[in-house]
C-alpha cells in the first residue's frame, strides 16, 4: 500500500465550478499536511499548508484535514482556468516526506 | 526572491553515457533533494542531502549518485545511463528547522536517453 494516495483525474470543470482535491494516507505519524501546484513543464509550488487536523482557508482555496479519517481535501472555489494545472498533495511526519501522484485539473473557459 | 535553479531545462543523451545534473539554490537551505518524476507514479525520492558533503539514500538510488561540496550546490550524477532513466528530474530545497514543510523546487530538467 502507498504512503500516499491521490486520484490522477483529470479532472475537467467549467469556469466557475466549485472543485474537490482529495489524498487518503496511510501513516498516522504524517503532521504536516500541504498542497503544491504544478503548472506544465514547471517545478511545484507550495500552494497551502497545514498542521496537524483541522481547515485553513486562503482566499478561493481551502485545505482541510482530517487525522481521523486519514483524508485530507482542497477545494477551489469558483475556478478560474489560471487554475489548470496538476495539484499534489504532500504529507511529511517532520522528517520524512511523501508526494501523492497528483491530480490533473483543467477549468474551461 | 528565493530561486533553485537546475542547470538544463532539456538535455539528451546515449546509452552509456555520463550525465551530470546540478542544481544551485540561493537562500542558504540544509537540505536539498533530487527527485524523478514520471507519469503515474508521481514525485520519486532519488538522494537528498541534510548538509555539506553529506548524503542520503531515497527510494529509487539505483543507478544515480550524488555530490555535495558547497552548501548551495547539489549535483546529480547518472553514471551510465538508461533509457529507463529518460524522465523528468526536479531538485528541492528546504530549510532543516520545524515545521520540516516547504520544499522550494526547481523548473526541472526533462532528460531523454536515446
Known amino acids: 500500500q502507498k504512503e500516499v494516495e491521490q486520484d490522477p483525474g483529470p479532472l475537467s470543470v467549467p469556469e466557475g465550478a466549485i472543485v474537490s482535491l482529495n489524498c487518503t494516507y496511510s501513516n498516522s505519524a504524517f503532521q504536516y499536511f500541504m498542497w503544491y501546484r504544478q503548472y506544465s513543464r514547471k517545478g511545484p509550488e507550495l500552494l497551502m499548508y497545514t498542521y496537524s487536523s483541522g481547515n485553513k482557508e486562503d482566499g478561493r482555496f481551502t485545505a482541510q484535514v482530517d487525522k481521523s479519517s486519514k483524508y485530507i481535501s482542497l477545494f477551489i472555489r469558483d475556478s478560474q482556468p489560471s487554475d489548470s494545472a496538476t495539484y499534489l498533495c504532500a504529507m511529511s511526519t517532520g522528517n520524512q516526506f511523501y508526494f501523492g501522484t497528483g491530480t490533473s485539473l483543467t477549468v474551461i473557459p | 526572491d528565493v530561486k533553485v535553479t537546475q542547470s538544463s531545462r532539456y538535455l539528451v543523451k546515449r546509452t552509456g553515457e555520463k550525465v551530470f545534473l546540478e542544481c544551485v539554490q540561493d537562500m542558504d537551505h540544509e537540505n536539498m533533494f533530487w527527485y524523478r518524476q514520471d507519469p503515474g507514479l508521481g514525485l520519486r525520492l532519488i538522494y537528498f542531502s541534510y548538509d555539506v558533503k553529506m548524503k542520503e539514500k531515497g527510494d529509487i538510488p539505483e543507478g544515480y549518485s550524488v555530490s555535495r561540496e558547497k552548501k548551495e550546490r547539489f549535483s546529480l550524477i547518472l553514471e551510465s545511463a538508461s533509457t529507463n532513466q529518460t524522465s523528468m528530474y526536479l531538485c528541492?530545497?528546504?530549510?532543516?528547522?520545524?515545521?520540516?514543510?516547504?520544499?522550494?523546487f526547481g523548473p526541472g530538467t526533462r532528460l531523454t536517453v536515446l
Open positions: 528541492a530545497s528546504t530549510y532543516s528547522g520545524i515545521p520540516y514543510n516547504e520544499q522550494f
